[in-house]
C-alpha cells in the first residue's frame, strides 16, 4: 500500500502512476487504508477477468489450455498472493495494450505501455519486453514497429536518468499517511533514496540469480523448442525477443531482492510469450510436449509467500503430506487452507 502513496505530487519520479492518478480520490478517502485496499482487489480482479476472456474466446488449445495450467502450478496461486503489488497494474497495462494493438489502434497502445515504467521501472525486464515481442510479431511495417516499441523504452530509460525523489518527499508521503491513520512501509519509501551499488549491501545479488538460474533455464529452453527456428531475418529477430522475453525477469536478480517474486514473473513471462507466440500457427505437438514437460519442472521450483507459508508442492506424495503438515488430524487435508486466527 505505501507503493500506491508515492506520487509526483509529493516529489516521487518514479512508481508515480497510480499514486498520481488516486490522488484526488485519496485525498476525498481520508487517504484510508481501506480505499487503497479496494483499489488492489479491483486490479485483481480485472485481471481475472482478462484471463477468463482469454480462455472463453481462445481459438486454439494451448490458448484455451495454457491459462488453466499456469493458475494449477504454484505461480497462480502467488497472482492472489501479491494483491497490491504494482507488477498487477503492469500486466494489465501490457493487456490493455494488446488489446488495443490486436484491434489495429498500435499508436494507442503504444501510449498505454509508455505508462508502465511510470508504474514501476521492473517493466524494463518485464511488460516491455513482451511488448517488444507483440510488435514485431505483427503486420507493422518495420518503421512503425520500430516506432511504436521504442517509445516505452525511452521513458524507461529516462526514469532511470533522473533522480528518483525530489527534496520533502519523504515528509509529504509520511504526513498524507498518517492523514489516513495506518502505518507505512519504512523499508519501501527508503528504496527511493538509496542507489542500486548501496541495495547491492543488504543482499546478494549473486546467491538470488543462482538460485532462480534452473528456472531462467527452463523458461528459455522451454521458449526455443516451442518458437523453433526462423528462416528469414525478420522471423529470426522475434524468435530471438521471445527468448529473451521469456528470461529477463531472470535479470531483477540484480535489482532486489524479492527472490521469489522474481521467480514468480518468470513463469508469468513464459506463460504470456508462449500465449502470444501459439496463434494457430505453431507445431502443436511440439508444443504441448514441451509445454507439459516444463511445467512439470517448475512444479518442483519452491514458491515462498511473505508470510511464512510455502505454496502446495505438486510432486508426488507431497499434496497429501502438506495438508497432513498445515492441519494435524483426520480433519487436514492438500486443499485445506491454514488461517493465523
Not at 514501476?120 to 514485431?136: F, K, Q
Request: net charge positive; charged share 10%; proline share 5%.
Amino acid at each position: 500500500m505505501t507503493l500506491q502513496t508515492t506520487s509526483l505530487t509529493d516529489g516521487f519520479r518514479r512508481r508515480f502512476l497510480v499514486a498520481t492518478v488516486l490522488y484526488p480520490l485519496a485525498e476525498w478517502a481520508g487517504n484510508a487504508y481501506w480505499f487503497y485496499a479496494a483499489f488492489s482487489l479491483a486490479i485483481l480482479a480485472l485481471l481475472l477477468a482478462v484471463v477468463v476472456t482469454a480462455v472463453v474466446r481462445a481459438t486454439t488449445p494451448v490458448r484455451r489450455w495454457l491459462p488453466v495450467a499456469f493458475f494449477v502450478l504454484p505461480a497462480g496461486g502467488y497472482l492472489f498472493h501479491e494483491v497490491g503489488y504494482l507488477d498487477q497494474v503492469l500486466f494489465l497495462l501490457l493487456f490493455v495494450a494488446l488489446w488495443l494493438g490486436g484491434r489495429g489502434r498500435w499508436w494507442a497502445a503504444a501510449l498505454v505501455m509508455t505508462l508502465a515504467p511510470t508504474a514501476h521501472e521492473i517493466s524494463a525486464l518485464t511488460v516491455i519486453p513482451l511488448w517488444l515481442l507483440a510488435v514485431w510479431r505483427s503486420a507493422l511495417s518495420v518503421r512503425t514497429a520500430f516506432a511504436v516499441s521504442t517509445l516505452p523504452v525511452a521513458v524507461n530509460a529516462l526514469l532511470f536518468a533522473v533522480p528518483s525523489v525530489a527534496p520533502g518527499a519523504r515528509e509529504h508521503l509520511i504526513a498524507r499517511i498518517r492523514e489516513g491513520g495506518w502505518n507505512w512501509r519504512e523499508d519501501a519509501i527508503a528504496l527511493f533514496f538509496r542507489t542500486q551499488v548501496q541495495n547491492w549491501t543488504a543482499y546478494d545479488p549473486w546467491n538470488i540469480a543462482l538460485s532462480l538460474a534452473p528456472l531462467a533455464l527452463v523458461a528459455i529452453t522451454v521458449t526455443a523448442v516451442v518458437v523453433g527456428r526462423g528462416h528469414d531475418t525478420r522471423g529470426w529477430a522475434t524468435r530471438a525477443l521471445a527468448v529473451g522475453a521469456s528470461g529477463a525477469p531472470f535479470l531483477l536478480a540484480f535489482g532486489g531482492w524479492d527472490e521469489h517474486r522474481w521467480a514468480f514473473l518468470l513463469c508469468v513471462n513464459l506463460a504470456v510469450v508462449v500465449w502470444l507466440w501459439c496463434d494457430g500457427h505453431e507445431n502443436v505437438k511440439r508444443t504441448a510436449v514441451t509445454l507439459g514437460l516444463g511445467l512439470l519442472l517448475i512444479t518442483h521450483v519452491p514458491l515462498h509467500y511473505f508470510d511464512g507459508f510455502t505454496s502446495v508442492p505438486l510432486t508426488g506424495t507431497a499434496l497429501t503430506h502438506h495438508g497432513e503438515a498445515a492441519h494435524p488430524g483426520p480433519q487436514g487435508g492438500p486443499f485445506e487452507v491454514p488461517v493465523r486466527w
